[in-house]
């Protein structure tokens, strides 16, 4: 954190000498917007639209929807989906987004404000152990919230941002909000890593093509902190041209509860590269393809990282994947046909989503002490899991604002884990029923379904 104090006061200084002296206004004037001039509406993760619908001087509105239905084969009794956070429902049509907002800026200064309801005010929160430390129920404060930050902008080199606040996460290409990605369920090299950040953001744009960003967080994808060490990382993207885009994030925080001495560190690599590009073709019309591999381990605290230790140090505790998507666009880029996949392995589980209902570890949230559910799914160190996801969608797209996807999904674990036809609720799949003798929780090694999405972006 020392290393970033001479940078804070060179910025600083700038900006107080320019409000100070006219002379200097040339030392401050920005050199140009990043990515200028540059097609970025076929990225993996990125926005559509060339530029923002309703920007306005001192407000631009986001309003986003996202809805969908998804069938699942193994037919849940209780309908609920095991293991995602894209869809929580089976067999059920559901508002899994509606957001509202949009970015304020005034002489510098600048809000970004989105909001968040539907299925992923739930899911998203749940997902968040460090909320059970301490007071006030930070899961209930945040849970509407997709994104509040509020920062300064300064007009040197190609613009340098300093925001606080809620931001979103770059880990696992994806984009949190579903209307900007290739496919609507993620492979687990995304669903399993942060979609967002609570902290300080520093956004250097060195040059048109390239942004380096640090970051200070309370920790991997937490409300709260913890231990009582912040997470710190950053981001480096570079894009040589546009068709080509490369980016790395890097963390290093204490990120399991309670137990201070387990350092994580995690690093996440991708590389996106327009192939084919006719935007004015009746037939192909774009070709472009997404491979990311991330990387990372825990150490200390009863694990050992990389390789499995003695009955001091533990077993190894640590996270590899990959996962590659291909798109291809037809019809003036109006029809979309994107196939890929992915593949997890994650010995100690510390990144394996949770299963719900009667297979949570999760606390209770009426009795903390205890686990919500009475069969809790066990993720100790040494407990192994690879996963292994492929999909294929179609996407009819009449303009940048409305999305039509169909997709079909098979994931497949190495251990029981997804939800099978007796459901993870009760003997009936209701709640209100009582849990006989024998009975538990049905999960399976994989699952297939189809999804059917809409999503809107204004």
């Known amino acids: 954190m020392k290393k970033l104090l001479p940078g804070f006061a060179l910025i600083f200084f700038a ?126 404060v945040y849970r509407y919230l997709a994104e509040a930050n509020a920062g300064y902008h300064f007009n040197v080199l190609h613009g340098i941002n300093i925001d606080a606040g809620m931001f979103m996460s770059y880990i696992g290409l994806n984009s949190y909000y579903q209307v900007e990605n290739w496919e609507y369920q993620a492979s687990f090299t995304s669903d399993n890593t942060p979609w967002f950040f609570n902290g300080i953001r520093l956004q250097l744009f060195l040059t048109k093509k390239l942004k380096v960003e640090p970051w200070i967080i309370n920790g991997w994808q937490s409300y ?44 996440d690599n991708s590389l996106l590269v327009r192939y084919f590009n006719r935007p004015k073709s009746r037939g192909i019309s774009r070709m472009a393809f997404s491979l990311t591999a991330d990387f990372g381990f825990e150490k200390g605290g009863g694990v050992n990282g990389l390789k499995d230790g003695d009955s001091i140090h533990g077993p190894a505790q640590y996270f590899g994947s990959v996962m590659f998507y ?30 719900v209902g009667q297979a949570s570890n999760l606390p209770n949230p009426n009795n903390p002490t205890t686990t919500s559910g009475a069969f809790p799914y066990s993720a100790n160190p040494g407990d192994k899991f690879e996963g292994f996801d492929c999909s294929t969608n179609f996407d009819w797209m009449p ?32 709640s209100t029923t009582g849990l006989p003798a024998g009975w538990m929780p049905d999960l399976v090694k994989s699952e297939e379904r189809i999804i059917f999405a809409v999503l809107f972006r204004l």
């Open 15 to 140: 900006h107080t000498t320019h409000a100070q002296e006219d002379t200097t206004e040339v030392f401050n004037k920005q050199k140009g917007e990043p990515l200028e001039g540059m097609d970025c509406t076929w990225w993996n993760g990125g926005d559509r639209r060339p530029t923002p619908t309703l920007a306005g001087k001192y407000f631009t509105p986001t309003v986003m929807v996202d809805a969908n239905y998804s069938y699942s084969f193994n037919d849940p009794i209780d309908n609920t989906v095991v293991g995602s956070t894209a869809i929580i429902r089976n067999n059920e049509m559901q508002v899994s987004a509606a957001h509202l907002g949009g970015d304020f800026n005034y002489k510098g200064a600048r809000g970004h404000i989105v909001t968040q309801f539907g299925t992923r005010s739930s899911v998203i929160p749940r997902n968040d152990y460090s909320v059970y430390k301490g007071q006030y129920q930070l899961d209930n």
């Open 224 to 267: 709260g902190m913890f231990n009582h060490q912040p997470g710190v990382g950053g981001n480096i993207t570079w894009c040589p041209n546009e068709n080509v885009k490369m980016l790395t994030n890097n963390y290093y925080g204490a990120d399991a509860a309670g137990i201070p001495s387990r350092k994580r560190f995690h690093t």
């Open 399 to 430: 303009n940048e604002h409305i999305l039509f996807r169909l997709e079909y999904v098979h994931r497949q674990a190495s251990v029981n884990y997804f939800a099978g036809h007796g459901g993870v609720t009760s003997p009936t799949g209701y």
């Open 326 to 355: 291909n798109r291809i666009l037809f019809a003036k880029n109006k029809l979309a046909w994107t196939f890929g996949g992915g593949y997890m392995s994650n010995p100690g589980r510390y990144l394996v989503l949770v299963p």
